[in-house]
Each structure stands twice: as C-alpha cells, then as structure tokens.
T-cell receptor, first 114, second 117 residues
C-alpha cells in the first residue's frame, strides 16, 4: 500500500527564516510526486511535479527536491503570504485500478510571522 | 490556465435528501476525480473517471455515486445524505500522457463545503 508521511505537522517561522518541509513516501514504483499549497477553505493549488530522483524545481521562494525515499520543499526567506498548508502526494506507476490515483500526506501547516 | 469549477461553494442539506455536486473543467482532461477532505483524515478519493461514462471506485465510495455523461462534467451524487457526509468536497481533473509538462498532475476546484443537518 502506498504511504505518504509529512513532517512536521506544523511549522512556525519568522519572516525571512528559511526552512524545509519533508515528505517521506513508499510506493510501488513512483510515477510522480506532487506538491500543492492549500489556503483555508479553498482547493489545493498545484505547485510542482517531480518525476525522478535528483530532480529539482523552483518557483519564487519555493524549491522542491526528490530522492528515492523522500521529497523536500525548501522555503527561502518566507513571507507571511506563504502561510498555508502544504500537501505532498504520490502517484504509483499504472496498473490495475490505480489509474492516475494520488495518495496524499496529511500536510504541513506553515505559519510565517511578520 | 486550467480551470475547474464546482457548482456551489457552500451547501446545507437535510438528512435523507438527494444531493448533487457538479464539477466542470475546461481543459479537455480525460480524468476527473472526487475527493472529500476532513480534519485529521486528509484527502480521500471517493470516485474517479478516466473517460466519458466510465467510473471507478476510490477508497471510500460507500454512500456515493457518480455520473459522467460529458467529458467536461463529473457529478457526485449522495443518494440519501447523512450527517457523516458533512465535509469539504473537492473535484480535480488531469490529463494522461507518457511525457510532457505536468502530465498526470491533478488540478483542483475551489471545493464545496457540504453540511448535512
């Protein structure tokens, strides 16, 4: 069974204080790992897709990296507007009825104080 | 930009009512998904569809059914709403491919907060 564990559950940072969020996963053949941002009461907003170990992607203050067992979301010099829940999900290689199915972690609640 | 819309942001229904939640995407995506999101339980897949008139059960299909008569529209039906179906419902869509930018990435709608009294 595919599993995704995110840590920490909650993270409080001061504005400008860089840090990383972790996403550990077990999957029967990784097809893709996805990062989303979710604001309260809204749907998840897509951030990154990573397909293979060693891959990195960046967007503004965010950088996602991938190894064979985990992914990190690095936040450089965060601002209060970066406060949100960050979700990680994995998609296994196709087979059976797992057509495009994502397995999500519980998320990390990030709060950035001014 | 991909756009996924859901028919209502907030909905209040009574126990036993039949409830329809509708989702429309404008990117010609083959795959569409319905999730519910609850505190402490995360996102859980209810049903998905990879083609018109095709549907597959997700992890928690009990008490729900779906309909996909057109490629762009995917409906979630609660045949007889119950209080334990009070939740945030999220629709998503994705395109399938062997390569290309963001293949298989699921794009989500804004969500419908359903309360069953």
């Amino acid at each position: 069974e595919d599993q995704v564990t995110q840590s920490p559950e909650a993270l409080r940072l001061q504005e400008g204080e860089s840090s990383s969020l972790n996403c550990s996963y077990t999957v029967s053949g990784l097809r893709g790992l996805f990062w989303y941002r979710q604001d309260p009461g809204k749907g998840p907003e897509f951030l990154f897709t990573l397909y293979s170990a060693g891959e990195e992607k960046e967007k503004e203050r965010l950088k996602a990296t991938l190894t064979k067992k985990e992914s990190f979301l690095h936040i450089t010099a965060p601002k209060p507007e970066d406060s949100a829940t960050y979700l990680c999900a994995v998609q296994a290689s196709w087979g059976g009825t797992s057509y495009g199915k994502l397995t999500f972690g519980q998320g990390t609640i990030l709060t950035v104080h001014p | 930009d991909v756009k996924v819309t859901q028919s209502s942001r907030y909905l209040v229904k009574r126990t036993g009512e039949k409830v329809f939640l509708e989702c429309v995407q404008d990117m010609d995506h083959e795959n569409m998904f319905w999730y519910r999101q609850d505190p402490g339980l995360g996102l859980r897949l209810i049903y998905f569809s990879y083609d018109v008139k095709m549907k597959e059960k997700g992890d928690i299909p009990e008490g729900y059914s779906v309909s996909r008569e057109k490629k762009e529209r995917f409906s979630l039906i609660l045949e007889s709403a119950s209080t334990n179906q009070t939740s945030m419902y999220l629709c998503a869509s994705s395109v399938t491919g062997t390569s290309g930018l963001n293949t298989d990435t699921q794009y989500f709608g804004p969500g419908t907060r359903l309360t069953v009294l």
